[in-house]
Every structure is written in structure tokens, then in C-alpha cells.
């Protein structure tokens, strides 16, 4: 069976992969703008996968129902077994909590404690309690802490442990604060615009699992990068801080999206710098207001290396690492292919596709495949070219 996820509406389906007879068909959001954007997960027959939306392209008034959640399907009959929500419920009217996607990389399954793992995006609209409160919060000189404005149930920006057979959510950590941002309102000085601020820190992808060295034990941890920059362990067990670390800018599109990677010694990731910040690399000290990529010790999250993208253009996609190789692509026009020493970030190869690299590698069998062009919701930032290719880099 091979099984997709449709990028609008929020559609699951099933393939007979010899014949490619459709199985069965589920739509998991009745919400028209909702999608699948991440790759689901299959475990002991069922396929694990969040729902995402474009309702964030809505106008104010417009603006917002659509919430995220993580369902669980039979692989057989693509049966809905359970879906669990990451907000409140809002039944289905606008000014209540909104948003909270679940849209980058593959949930994480953790058989020996039951679990899968995944990670969320920002709010897209708040109750009137909860603006309120940001208003307050915004002016004082200090904001309190613990966040009021953060209640228990709002997940968004959040990474989560849900159980494999009931959906239930068995621990959650808010790691983005108050953050409610939409397109129409990326101005803040927009008239009837939420308050801010509005820093989009998604979780665009679900966080990884491995286990690392720490005072003499080997904890399990997870690890999720956000659009923010920041890079966030916690234990696998309840969700507790382990470290975090600024890998570098964030930015309205990133930051870090679509999937980190790591081979247990090191967590690699991309740095999209989206708004063309100063990006100090490591360690040289070195400038860069263009992409790049970084790791990091996993013990510890120390930064070992950062890499600048060569095309000085963004780094959309995903990273993948194998055999101590970091393989990346670039968005510039040309296309190019990376391939970089995991230990140093020393690039030993480069090749260009021709059109946009905004996806990742897959390896099998001592070959690479990656596909180019990417000219989806573009927007006025930037000059993705489109194409239709698909690449092998093969050991000889």
C-alpha cells in the first residue's frame, strides 16, 4: 500500500502500489482549507498524520476555525481510529482559537513507551480573554512569568507525546509563548489586527528521537527545531527541558523547517534566514545574511559547525544525513545539491539541478535521489523556479 497525503483539502488515500487502484479515500478536516503537508508515519498497521491549513491566507475578517490535529488511520480501510485536536474546542466560530498546524517532516513513533511525537505551529487567532491579556502583558516594563496569557489547552507551538492507542495527550511543553500571526496581519500597524508580537515560531516538523550521554546516563530525548531558531531537547519520558540552543536567525519562514536530522552524535539542521539577518557562523565568526546549515553536539547542543549556503539564497528544505555525509539543496534558480562532512561542514560536492531544490534526499543502496523545481505559494520574497526532475547520485 502506498499511502499520500493530498495538499489540499486535508485528504488521505490509499494505493494499491502494483496497480495503483485507489483503496480508500479519508478526509481528515472538513475545513476547505485544510491540508496534509507533512509525510504521516506507519506503525503495526496504522498510519500516523497531522492536518495543516492556508486558512492563515485569510483576510481579517475572514480569519480563522481551522485546528490542528494528529489522527490515527487503519492502514487496510483507512478508517479514522482515533484524532486528537491541539486547541480548544472553537465550534466552528471565528475569535476563538484557531490554528496550532501540524505540517513538517513525520511524527515519531516510541514503541517502548508508547508514544508518537509530534510538534506544532502558531495560533492564527485567540479568544478575547487572551488578547486582553497580550495587551496587558505589552504594557508592562516586565512581563509576568509564568505566561498568563498561555492557557493549559493551547498547544500551539508545542512539542507533544500522545498515546499510540487512545490519542490521548500524555505530556505537552509550550515552547513559543504567545504567538498569533496570519498573512494579513504580518504588519502589525494593520487595522483590527490581533496584538503582538508575532515572532511565527512553528515547530515545522515533528521532533526526532535518540538517546545521548549526560552526567553519566544515557537519557532518550527528543529533538525539534523551530522557525525561530532555536533548537529544543526534551526528555522523551515527560517533556522536560534537556538543553536548547540558538542555531541561528529566525525568521517569518525560518528559521529551521521541514526536518532536522542526526546520526546520535550530532543534530543537523537548515537556517533558512528568511528576513536576511546577520548569521555569525561557527567557528569562524564569519557573516552571512543568506541560508546555511549547522550542527550541533547533541550531549549538549553546543554548535560545532556552520555552513553558508555557497548560491546565497535560502535553505527550505530538510537535511539528510548518511555514511558522516550532510546531504542539502538550495532555492536558488540554479538548483544546487550539497554535499557537506558531517563532522566539519566542509562541502565536498556540489551539482546543479537546474530549477528550485526545496524538498530532501532520500539514500538507499548507495545512491541519493532528490527532486528540483518548487514554485508553490512563493510569494513575494523570493524566486523559487519550478521544475519537474528527479536526480540520482550514485557510488561507483
Not at 539564497?313 to 558522516?324: H, K, L, M, R
Request: proline content about 6%; hydrophobic content about 35%.
Amino acid at each position: 500500500m502506498l499511502i499520500i497525503g493530498i495538499y489540499g483539502p486535508a485528504v488521505v488515500i490509499g494505493v494499491d502500489r502494483a496497480t495503483g487502484r485507489l483503496a480508500w479515500s479519508t478526509r481528515l478536516e472538513s475545513n476547505p482549507a485544510g491540508a496534509v503537508t507533512m509525510s504521516g508515519t506507519f506503525h503495526n498497521g496504522s498510519f500516523y498524520v497531522g492536518t495543516s491549513s492556508f486558512e492563515e491566507k485569510l483576510s481579517i475578517k475572514q480569519c480563522c476555525i481551522f485546528r490542528g490535529s494528529l489522527s490515527k488511520l487503519d492502514i487496510k480501510t483507512g478508517t479514522i481510529l482515533w484524532q486528537t485536536y491541539v486547541l480548544p474546542d472553537n465550534h466552528g466560530e471565528k475569535g476563538e482559537y484557531a490554528g496550532g498546524a501540524i505540517w513538517g517532516s513525520s511524527p515519531s513513533i516510541g514503541v517502548l513507551r508508547n508514544f508518537v511525537y509530534i510538534a506544532t505551529g502558531n495560533l492564527y487567532s485567540a479568544p478575547l480573554n487572551i488578547r486582553e491579556c497580550q495587551e496587558q502583558q505589552n504594557n508592562q516594563t516586565v512581563p509576568t512569568q509564568p505566561d498568563p496569557c498561555i492557557e493549559p489547552d493551547n498547544h500551539s507551538n508545542s512539542i507533544l507525546a500522545f498515546d499510540l492507542d487512545s490519542g490521548k495527550i500524555k505530556w505537552y511543553r509550550q515552547l513559543g509563548g504567545y504567538d498569533l500571526w496570519f498573512r494579513a496581519c504580518n504588519n502589525l500597524s494593520t487595522p483590527n489586527c490581533p496584538p503582538g508580537p508575532n515572532p511565527d515560531a512553528d515547530f515545522g516538523e515533528a521532533p526526532m528521537m535518540l538517546s545521548i550521554y549526560l552526567n553519566g546516563t544515557m537519557p532518550d530525548i527528543v529533538v525539534a527545531v523551530q522557525k525561530s531558531g532555536f533548537a529544543w531537547a526534551l526528555d522523551r519520558d515527560d517533556g522536560s527541558l534537556v538543553w536548547y540552543t540558538e542555531a541561528g536567525p529566525g525568521g517569518v519562514t525560518g528559521g529551521g523547517t521541514w526536518g532536522a536530522a542526526t546520526d546520535g552524535k550530532r543534530v543537523y539542521t537548515n537556517i533558512l534566514n528568511s528576513d536576511g539577518k546577520n548569521f555569525t557562523l561557527k567557528p569562524s565568526n564569519t557573516i552571512t545574511n543568506a541560508g546555511g546549515w549547522v550542527a550541533m553536539d547533541a550531549n549538549t547542543g553546543k554548535t560545532l559547525w556552520s555552513t553558508a549556503n555557497p548560491s546565497n539564497a535560502s535553505t527550505n528544505g530538510p537535511v539528510t544525513i548518511a555514511n558522516g555525509v550532510l546531504f542539502a539543496g538550495s532555492t536558488h534558480p540554479t538548483g544546487p545539491m550539497y554535499a557537506m562532512e558531517a563532522a566539519s561542514g566542509r562541502i565536498l560536492w556540489s551539482h546543479n539541478t537546474g530549477a528550485s531544490v526545496f524538498g530532501g534526499a532520500s539514500v538507499s543502496n548507495g545512491c541519493i535521489y532528490v527532486g528540483s523545481g518548487y514554485n508553490v505559494n512563493s510569494g513575494p520574497h523570493f524566486s523559487f523556479t519550478g521544475g519537474t526532475s528527479l536526480f540520482a547520485f550514485c557510488l561507483s
